[in-house]
């Protein structure tokens, strides 16, 4: 043992000596991973002997650290979880029809626009000019027909992007499914209707941080009631944190600090931490910087799990080990320079992804910084995940970068900073006071501008941007969504009101004020509504009346 | 503050950009450049048009920069420049930021859009731009 450290000590030595006679007088400009975290030039040994073996442990085993099953990457499949959406329905349900027969599709991801996004119907006159822009339009169970008539709801998972109409959305989609004979127990999807916290954010309108999460604690309340057990609960978000500016620890602070708020919410309303954290899902941002995405997602297993464990004291295992964490690629790292450049930044992205052990992958198409993905585009993305999941080899050994002195040492780091930054926003007051004070809004807006000075200056350099910029750009071809769908869409929901039974319609929305007025349940005035044709601005819009509608910041 | 020829005056800028885009990571961006760059900056969002051009006439800003990155950025420029024509406030300087397709660039400056900044643009150039076409005339303070 004696010989073997003086031997390590001799060879370090050796080392140090050689790096000092060829680079002595330059010194070593210090080095950040993208988010702060101070790093050398060189790990060894002794920067992870403080890290017990059980604390890296073994994947599908607590905490969790290499991985959420014990052999996940050798038997499943990373599918594709693909995003899509344009104009009208029946055109969404086209590209759709792209996807359906691709081999392990675990789901699809439905975009909407943005009046479907909030919950306003396309008549109403805030959608003007977005209806069918950026996504699909929703306001019935007719729009939801045109997507979905005779895909197998039961067999692949739907998400339904329309992040701030969460309960509404949900009810609406569950009346449709019972049209077509299939029970809430056997749907399949996740929450993507949940994410109403994307308030705390960004400059987006919502109900009272307070009662925006009762509002969509509820759908885990619907969910535990009716034993959905094919249904994810709240899909808590990071990407919207990452492409607002902020670093991969806000990224998992703020992500953490949702799902405790949640959890205390549905504790609040009468049920268990089990019954929240053992369904959650979550989507992570795919970033830049190599390293530090594959420990970040390794430290956020092991943090989720110990706080589950800690803080909440869950029982059931599921909810320490959090299953269903996908990657979207981050669209605020694509540039509108040199757009095909952006390939290659998806796939370094998604590799990272991959390599941390992500559940999923939606790579981001190369011209998502000019438009909505043509076709080619959206084929392109779908084919760098399959070209990296088949060719690269890179899924036959489970944690690959597990025992990497870098590595070890990253997601150690990363670990600390988080655990700093949560007890700093337990210190404030917990999620919904920091969302009411914008205090998460601060921390991202002064990290964003802090990345923008350093590429202003050329200190970061992102490429075809500030460096390597070339006078004539390729052009791209640039999908575009016909400007009459607004046109239709505004005239079908117009008809589409005009005839339906209108005084059944006005008792649902009477129903549904008194509900919300008493904090009552709102689930069933919203199932009865969505059956009776109510449209998803009518009850959206009863709602805001009831409970108010801001842009904090 | 901008000084020429001892004149002083402090360019006032509305920025915003729709509550149902909700993309504000460069437009925010933007203001804190056109603060460190002395201008006065009015920043708010927005359902309808109407509140745009009611606040620029009342904040009697020079000039608006409405960021669009959600594809409607046609209906909403046209209808801008309709609403600020019939107001009688068309001498304010439009500009335009987002995701904004280059072809889209000739349209938007037909209807009156005097520039478009894409992602990717440097704070300094949409500094730059401003300084060269607004003399903040209304804001003329003499030394």
């Not at chain 1, 959420?68 to 009208?88: N, W």
Request: charged letters at 25%; proline letters at 5%.
């Amino acid at each position: 043992m004696k010989e073997e450290l003086d031997s390590w000590a001799r060879i370090k030595k050796e080392w140090q000596e050689e790096c000092s006679r060829l680079y002595n007088e330059k010194a070593e400009e210090p080095k950040f991973t993208n988010s702060g975290i101070p790093l050398k030039p060189l790990y060894t040994h002794e920067d992870i002997q403080d890290i017990k073996c059980e604390e890296i442990g073994m994947p599908g085993i607590y905490p969790f650290t290499r991985g959420v099953s014990p052999l996940e990457r050798r038997f499943e499949p990373i599918a594709p979880l693909p995003t899509m959406g344009y104009g009208l329905p029946e055109e969404t349900r086209k590209r759709l029809d792209l996807y359906l027969d691709v081999p392990g599709l675990s789901g699809i991801s439905i975009c909407c626009d943005m009046p479907t996004y909030h919950g306003y119907d396309p008549d109403h006159p805030f959608s003007r000019g977005r209806v069918g822009q950026c996504g699909t339009s929703i306001c019935n169970t007719q729009d939801l027909e045109k997507i979905f008539d005779g895909v197998p709801l039961d067999k692949i998972k739907v998400g339904i992007n329309a992040p701030f109409a969460g309960l509404a959305m949900f009810a609406l989609y569950i009346a449709y499914a019972e049209k077509r004979g299939i029970p809430p127990d056997r749907l399949k999807g996740t929450s993507d209707f949940s994410r109403m916290y994307k308030a705390a954010f960004g400059s987006h309108p919502c109900f009272k941080p307070k009662r925006a999460m009762k509002y969509i604690a509820e759908i885990v309340e619907y969910i535990c009631k009716n034993k959905m057990t094919g249904w994810q609960g709240i899909f808590l978000d990071g990407y919207i944190i990452r492409e607002q500016g902020g670093n991969a620890i806000h990224e998992l602070a703020f992500v953490l600090a949702q799902s405790i708020g949640f959890t205390e919410q549905v504790i609040e309303d009468g049920f268990s931490a089990d019954d929240c954290l053992s369904i959650m899902s979550c989507k992570l941002n795919g970033h830049n910087d190599f390293f530090e995405e594959i420990a970040k997602f390794r430290a956020f297993r092991k943090i989720w799990a110990k706080i589950n464990r800690e803080k909440f004291h869950c029982k059931n295992p599921e909810s320490l080990n959090l299953k269903f964490v996908g990657t979207q690629t981050g669209g605020a790292t694509l540039t509108a320079q040199q757009p095909l450049n952006n390939i290659v930044r998806v796939t370094v992205q998604t590799l990272a992804a991959i390599i941390g052990g992500t559940s999923w992958v939606d790579p981001a198409a190369y011209d998502e910084a000019l438009a909505i993905p043509t076709e080619e585009a959206e084929t392109i993305a779908l084919r760098t995940s399959q070209i990296l999941f088949h060719e690269s080899n890179v899924k036959n050994v489970m944690d690959p970068m597990a025992g990497s002195y870098y590595i070890e040492h990253l997601t150690q780091k990363i670990e600390e900073e988080v655990y700093k930054m949560l007890g700093e926003i337990e210190k404030r007051g917990g999620f919904v006071k920091c969302w009411e004070d914008g205090w998460f809004r601060r921390q991202i807006e002064d990290e964003s501008y802090k990345w923008r000075r350093e590429v202003d200056s050329g200190k970061k350099i992102v490429v075809g941007v500030n460096k390597f910029i070339t006078d004539t750009e390729i052009e791209v071809p640039i999908f575009r969504v016909d400007p009459r769908v607004e046109e239709i869409m505004v005239e079908r929901v117009k008809s589409f009101k005009n005839s339906r039974d209108n005084e059944k319609v006005r008792v649902c929305l009477g129903k549904l004020r008194e509900v919300a007025q008493n904090d009552g349940e709102l689930m069933p005035p919203l199932l009865e509504a969505a059956r009776a044709d109510v449209t998803l601005g009518e009850m959206m819009d009863t709602l805001r009346e009831v409970f108010g509608w801001h842009v904090y910041r | 503050m901008y000084i020429d020829k001892g004149i002083q005056t402090k360019i006032r800028v509305l920025l915003c950009v729709a509550t149902i885009d909700g993309h504000d990571r460069g437009v925010k961006y933007i203001a804190r450049k056109l603060r460190d760059a002395g201008m006065e900056v009015v920043y708010t969002t927005y359902n309808l048009i109407e509140e745009i051009v009611d606040v620029a006439i009342q904040e009697d800003v020079d000039v608006i920069g409405i960021s669009s990155s959600t594809a409607s950025h046609t209906t909403l420029f046209s209808d801008v420049i309709q609403s600020l024509k019939a107001k009688g406030a068309e001498d304010k300087l439009v500009i335009a930021g987002g995701v904004i397709p280059t072809a889209d660039i000739p349209i938007l400056k037909k209807i009156g859009v005097k520039a478009v900044f894409g992602p990717g643009t440097s704070g300094d150039e949409v500094v730059n731009f401003i300084l060269a076409n607004s003399d903040g005339e209304k804001n003329k303070v003499v030394k």
